[in-house]
């Protein structure tokens, strides 16, 4: 079974984005599950002061961490490896996976059982163990059935969250052996459980992904719901956690702020099943946990947002998904049609760092720019300033100082860039605007039928007979 | 009354004179609705000065990445207030724009900065100055009648004004204000959004409509003309392909609706 690389897809929005609100099902599943986090999380805050006052000490922790960052993740290396955690820094992708494969290759593992993780998705990880004929089996519910049916996660939280029971049931019963349909819920887990309990005692490696980086202590906080992270992260005997470098934070306390927002934001939980702190490989007076314990750094672009002062806000999000269990065009089209890991709003300001803005222009303009996300981001990222920044830069001519981003310029068309000249051309002449708004209210029954794709869904729109400013000299005189 | 984080603002005694900030869509598609604005200002006993040089708040451009053409337009917009009275915008989205945006828009140039951030603490939403400014309470002498309200993603988070909105009706004593599913949700109008995904854009729009209608009442109100002209052309339009021979979905700008109620002339 195979997942499709799919993240350097980003120019196929269009047509991807078509067939999803096409298609009715779909449409379906994201909307009833999209209003169902929406009210779950609504439960969750209650009280709008409290809210507030732990979005701004979320803001202000991930802010201070980004501002120390350097010496942070330095100061993380350190206190990870006087607790026996090797540290990897991967600047791309292939690097990161060439050090899972070392690790791999230098102990004979075979078999992998993994955690939820998206940085593991970002750099194609299970393509590369694939490739090396490793077998790397996904163990959060959501995740393992998106690797049964050969998808990607369609959401970063709930990955198939695009699939109702029944087409689960059906998933299970073609591709399980001796599984007979059912879309029974408690049924199918159990049986989606029996499957990977076997393998969680069998496998030669775990790998997780990691919610915060603790730089004080050298500590690795992971949350999940099904203990599956905690079998991942204890059972095999060797232990790979991967994460961007962004994920760092100063102190331990950090993480209990941020963990009192980050459950709320993502599922409408007052808190998570299961907490990790991981602090090292098993001590010799200890019975459980793995011989060895690595942390792989990923930068893969994220250095670029680090770089500008703007953009750098970028990397304050904590994963949580509020941003798309909120977003109107998100709720229309799934994760899926963006094409990249990171889907929704949080997608569309991220994947241009990682995939470089050539790749990834199309999807900064899939936003209405409602602010529904910058509402709901529990660390205050100025979501949609960053989409019109970003915006900005995929169209400015190539060389100017707007253009300081890999791949800037590459969504400037000359058509479209002309018809922005003329529009300022006439809104900022006088004499100009008032003549052609003046031709256009006198010949107003010549007003085109077809407005392009204004009328392709609506009626045409009619300029009034007199303008505004008409009737005000009018009834002055 | 309670205002999305970080929107609280201190309101001036009402003033003897205002600006009006008509936005182009009005002046082009809608000068009812800004004849109106200037009927209900001026009943208030608020002077009502249109200066004529203004044109477009330049956030079709500003959203669509293409500041510099923005900037020119908006340059225009800056110098047309010289006395220090309110600017009364009867548009959630552009008073945001001239509000929030303008400020980031010149914050490379600290000259013309300086003016943008002294104008945008001038800037106000109708509904808002009705409310926190006028003190507008007129008696409602319509007949009973339904209505919703639309309100849109900037008068919402970026004004705090769907409020004001939502209490200038809550006062006229013969309107129902009908309850609608997803109120806070987008209408899928976003500017240029609406030509540069048409589709998903048709499918949030047909979305609000239905929940509009939905809603059990045939008549939408909203403070923002951008909204309005998606909302009921998409309506109109689903009339014709259902053949439908009077329309299901009618609607206008808030501001005449409030003036219809409140005395002024019968339409």
Redesign the interface.
Known sequence: MSQPVHFHAAADFADRSLAAVNDAGLRRNFRSAMDYLQTKRRAQFTDDGELELLRDLGQAIRRHALANLPDLLEQLEARLTANGVVVHWAETPAAANAVVLEIAARTDAKRFVKGKSMVSEEVGLNHALEAAGIEALETDMGEYIVQLAGEAPSHIIMPAIHKTRQQIGELFAARLPGVAYTENVDALISIGREVLRRKFAEADIGISGVNFAVAETGTLFLVENEGNGRMCTTVPRIHIAITGIEKVVAKLEHVAALNSLLPRSATGQAVETYQNFITGPRQADELDGPDEVHLILLDNGRSQAYADLQLRATLQCIRCGACMNHCPVYARIGGHAYGTTYPGPIGAIISPHLLGLDAAYPLVFASTLCHACVEVCPVRIPITDILIRLRNEAQARPGSADATLRGSGAGRKTLVSTIWRAWSLVYSRLRLYRLTSWFMSRGRALSPIEQGAWTRSRTPLVPAPKRLRDLIKERGK | M?H??GLSRIYPVKPADVYLF?T?L???????A??DT?RLLEREGITVH?P??Q??C?Q???????????R??A??QLDLFPQPWPVVVPSGSCAAMMRHHYP?LFADDPPVLAKAEELAQRIFELTEFLVQVAGFAHPDSGEPCTVALHTS??AR??MGSHETSAALLANLEHVAVVEQARI???C????T??????????????DKVASLKDSGTRRVVSADCGCL??IL??A??LD?IAGSPAPTLEGEHIASFLWRRTGGAEQ
């Open positions: 309670e999305p984080h008509a182009c009005i002046d082009q598609f809608a000068p009812e800004g004849m200037i249109f004529e040089g044109t477009c330049g079709p451009a500003y959203t669509s990445g293409y500041p510099e053409e923005a020119a337009v340059r225009l980031k993603c900037h988070r970026e806070e949700e987008c899928g109008f976003g500017g959004f609406a030509i540069r995904h048409p589709d998903i854009s048709e499918a949030i729009v047909t002209f998606n052309g998409r109109a339009r014709e």
